[in-house]
């Protein structure tokens, strides 16, 4: 089961930074948060992941905070094209487990 | 580089049927890994593999059987199907431990 906790829906709108938030309470030392999204039904696409510092990319910004339990993730002026589920990741091992997500859709 | 290719994209089976998921990347990666997606949920791991003839188990391997030859491919077998494995089916791959996963685009499969 996904250890992680992500409400299942969010709106935004277009333009506008989208911030979405994940716990991620169990998190082990050495284990990297990881963010994912998916588009309809392709496969899911990778965005972003952090250990303990806040990471920016083209595509977003990820904060974790200090005690690593929780984390955002910030794309910082939504469009259209990012409305999908976006999915926080704390893996096991070698095994990544996928929650519900949360279902972000950006207003025109 | 193709990424991570998998075929069929479509495949309609009968109760009992087997049949094969292909997956094939050609990034060179170490691991990779096979998916099932049922509608509104997440993905859920079957198998995954750390190397060319090392397999093992994830969260939902029942009723799957997976190889890995090669470095390239890492196939899904389906001995006897079974309308609960009615889902789609995405196949990673990465290059090791911690680093990012990458997806290739799915197999829908629905079993009558």
């Known amino acids: ?108 | 580089n193709a990424g991570v290719t998998q075929t069929p994209k479509f495949r309609i089976l009968k109760i009992g049927q087997s049949m094969t998921l292909q997956c094939t990347q050609d990034m060179n990666h170490n691991y990779m890994y096979w998916y099932r997606q049922d509608p509104g949920m997440g993905l859920k791991l079957i198998y995954y593999s750390v190397g060319a003839g090392i397999t093992d188990k994830g969260e939902v391997p029942n009723g799957y059987n997976v190889s890995r030859s090669t470095t390239e491919d890492f196939p899904l077998r389906l001995e006897l199907a079974a309308p609960s494995q009615t889902s789609v089916y995405f196949c990673a791959s990465r290059t090791g431990f911690q680093e990012t996963q990458y997806f290739g685009p799915g197999t829908r499969l629905l079993v009558l």
């Open chain 1, 1 to 108: 089961d996904a250890k992680t906790t992500q409400p299942p829906s969010m709106d935004c709108a277009e333009g506008r930074a989208a911030n979405l938030p994940c716990n991620h309470s169990t998190i082990s030392g050495n284990e990297y948060v990881y963010w994912y999204r998916q588009i309809h039904s392709q496969g899911p696409q990778y965005i972003i992941h952090g250990l303990k510092n806040n990471e920016t990319n083209e595509m977003a910004s990820l904060i974790i905070t200090e005690d690593r339990k929780s984390s955002t993730l910030i794309l910082p002026h939504a469009t259209l094209r990012d409305t999908a589920v976006y999915y926080c990741i704390d893996p096991t091992g070698n095994q990544f487990y996928f929650g519900t997500g949360t279902s972000l859709t950006v207003i025109p």
